[in-house]
């Protein structure tokens, strides 16, 4: 069980990380160019927070199954049981709130160019965020045990 979800969960991460480059690059270009908001952007940012949200799902399993999560004595002082206990979890938390509330603010704005710039600050913290915990966990954004 536990690899299938591994396997799953790092599959997951490149969907993500499309989707929310997609919303990013387009939000901003829309932002700056004073275009509208359109069927396509908010479909965009509906499937970014769908494979956000089942990242969490997957996430919050693994965390419960996972050899690396340990709570005891040693998680603080061991840096590979303290980014999988306490770190990851964190960082991924914020991140998945922070694409959150910027699809749930766009809903609430009427203003096109707001709603832009909405997506793309939210959206880019949530990416630096994301990459910052990538890098931390040693393994590099293109995963070598993908499959």
Excluded: C
Aim: charged share 15%.
């Amino acid at each position: 069980m536990y690899p299938g979800l591994l396997h799953t969960h790092t599959l997951l991460r490149y969907f993500i990380l499309l989707a929310l480059i997609a919303v990013i690059v387009i939000s901003l270009n829309k932002w700056l160019g004073k275009k509208p908001y359109t069927n396509f952007d908010n479909k965009l940012s509906l499937y970014l927070l769908i494979f956000t949200h089942l990242q969490l799902v997957v996430g919050l399993i693994l965390y419960f199954v996972s050899p690396n999560v340990k709570f005891n004595e040693y998680t603080m002082k061991d840096s590979t049981l303290r980014y999988w206990s306490v770190e990851h979890i964190f960082l991924m938390l914020v991140a998945i709130t922070l694409i959150t509330v910027a699809r749930i603010g766009v809903k609430k704005i009427s203003v096109d160019t707001l709603k832009h710039k909405r997506l793309f600050i939210f959206n880019g913290v949530a990416l630096l965020l994301i990459l910052v915990s990538i890098y931390m966990s040693g393994r590099g954004i293109l995963h070598k045990n993908l499959f």
